[in-house]
């Protein structure tokens, strides 16, 4: 039998995860209730009520099971609190003493930990990965003029994508109307159902005022950065040590240079080491997520996913290949065949971060990027760039607006170009962090922030969706820049990159 390549493991590995993900999916119907020292399993509810000093806290219903384990998961002083439960048969129990409710694990998550291991391993990587390879990067541009000119059309280049792309959400929207094809019932239950969850999320408070934005980017410890995996702070500090490490004597700066030149290149050597469990990790994750993701949800946010998924899709098929085409001579069916475990490995882990090392080692053997420009564009891009999240938060915006009914006029949705780009900036490469950041855009407008929990509950899917964009933008702003210098060597898409193997 020919022996796979480790691409098609991957694409093996999605697709088998998916299926078995699919199979032993958690039913939604049944919950455990943990005891001090035992535990019950309840199935097909039509009510589940939360009382404290018997009287009712909150009520769910037959399909709100996610919302069922995390409100009691959040709630304080559980020792006063009893569920009373009215069955599909309309009896009715009271139960005390519980401990904790929680789903009841299929063999679907089991395996979950193999796959947590891998993205922490890439996550591991990522930070000392962006620090040192910035370093090098910039200290290995000639001159602070080199720099700014690199630097200059990076962020051009990525202004121009982020604008684009939100235009494309707001389009998309706009033309679509999701939010007002959405029933009140259905708007009804889910603003109930996670204004716990939204609440929670509103309260990390954050604030998008431009200039404390703009000085939160100068750490006031390098070393807190790197520790709080503060990216933007760690690529500051990085292009500036960089820059200047090319104004001391080069008997000084050269140590110091190879010092985090065998740092990043021990971490691409190690990288490549860890895509060899990449084929059993994406399965893993995969089938995790189907086998928890509540489908019934999917289905109520259907018009809204699909919105956005099309707009992800327009940006991905019709503007990066224009781009591509624009700026260079590579072909867009190469360029994606180049990244296909940087695909797999953006939607299975929802993270530019933890696929950021993946990127850099094909963006360089694949893609034929040098590594002074694979190593300054792609840091800078997974921190600053993220078209994907941009489209996202302009779709949801004006979702969230059409279902309370806020008409947005045309300031109103210029106004969320400029901060979906600015919050697209300031939401960190991991999971998750895109809706958080939304919350700017939709106080910039004045829509209800209390309007995320409409939308939370697809949140994880629409994440993993939007990560891809995220990660292609930094490797076609690679490939323009090293066109523009006129260093862009040949693409090899198929070329070997198999790790270890
Ligand atoms: N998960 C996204 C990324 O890492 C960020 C987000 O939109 O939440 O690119």
């Not at 029933?183 to 159902?193: E, F, G, V």
């Amino acid at each position: 039998m020919p022996k796979l390549q480790l691409h098609t493991k991957i694409v093996i590995g999605l697709i088998l995860g998916a299926i078995f993900g699919a199979i032993f999916a958690i039913n939604p119907n049944k919950v455990e209730l943990n005891y001090k020292d035992s535990s019950e399993q309840i199935e097909n509810w039509q009510e589940f009520t939360y009382l404290k000093k018997d009287s009712v806290v909150k009520t769910f219903y037959h399909d709100d099971q996610l919302a069922i384990v995390k409100y009691y998961k959040n709630l304080k002083d559980k020792k006063d609190v009893k569920l009373k439960i009215k069955l599909a048969d309309g009896t009715e129990k009271v139960f005390e003493n519980v401990v904790s409710v929680e789903k009841i694990k299929s063999i679907g998550v089991w395996f979950k930990p193999i796959g947590d291991i891998f993205v922490r391993l890439l996550n591991m990587i990522a930070v000392p990965l962006v620090l040192a390879s910035l370093i090098v990067g910039a200290a290995s541009l000639t001159d602070l003029k080199h720099v700014a000119k690199i630097g200059g059309k990076t962020l051009g280049f990525y202004a121009l994508t982020a604008v684009m792309a939100i235009t494309i959400g707001l389009l998309c929207v706009n033309f679509i109307q999701p939010g007002h094809i959405m029933d009140q019932s259905a708007k009804d239950r889910l603003l109930d159902t996670y204004q716990d969850d939204a609440k929670s999320r509103i309260e990390q408070n954050v604030s998008m005022n431009i200039v404390e934005f703009l000085v939160n980017i100068v750490p006031k410890n390098p070393f807190k950065a790197i520790a709080d995996g503060d990216f933007l702070q760690i690529v500051f500090f990085a292009i500036l040590t960089g820059i200047f490490l090319m104004q001391i004597p080069k008997a000084k700066s050269e140590p110091v240079i190879n010092f985090f030149s065998g740092i990043s290149d021990a971490m691409i050597v190690l990288v490549e080491k860890i895509m060899i469990i990449a084929p059993y990790a994406v399965f893993t994750l995969i089938a995790a997520t189907v086998a928890e993701f509540g489908f019934s949800i999917l289905k109520t946010l259907m018009w809204y996913s699909l919105t956005v998924v099309l707009g992800l899709l327009i940006l991905t098929f019709i503007e990066y290949p224009l781009l591509l085409k624009v700026f260079t001579k590579i072909k867009f069916r190469d360029f994606i065949r180049a990244q296909r475990q940087v695909l797999a490995v953006a939607f299975s882990t929802s993270s530019s971060a933890a696929t950021l090392p993946v990127t850099m080692d094909v963006c360089e053997k694949r893609l034929g990027v040098p590594n002074k420009i694979a190593s300054f564009v792609l840091p800078l891009g997974t921190t600053v760039n993220m078209d994907g999240t941009a489209l996202y938060q302009a779709v949801a915006t004006v979702f969230i607006a059409q279902v309370f009914g806020f008409e947005l006029n045309l300031t109103q949705q210029l106004t969320i170009v400029l901060t979906a780009a600015l919050a697209a900036v300031g939401t960190a490469p991991v999971p998750g962090v895109g809706l958080l950041m939304l919350i700017i855009v939709l106080k910039s407008v004045g829509v209800p922030e209390e309007g995320i929990a409409l939308i939370i509950g697809v949140d994880r899917f629409l994440d993993m969706c939007r990560t891809v964009p995220n990660v292609l933008a930094d490797s076609l702003a690679c490939v323009v820049i090293a066109s523009s210098e006129g260093e862009l060597g040949k693409i090899k898409p198929d070329a070997e990159y198999d790790g270890a193997m």
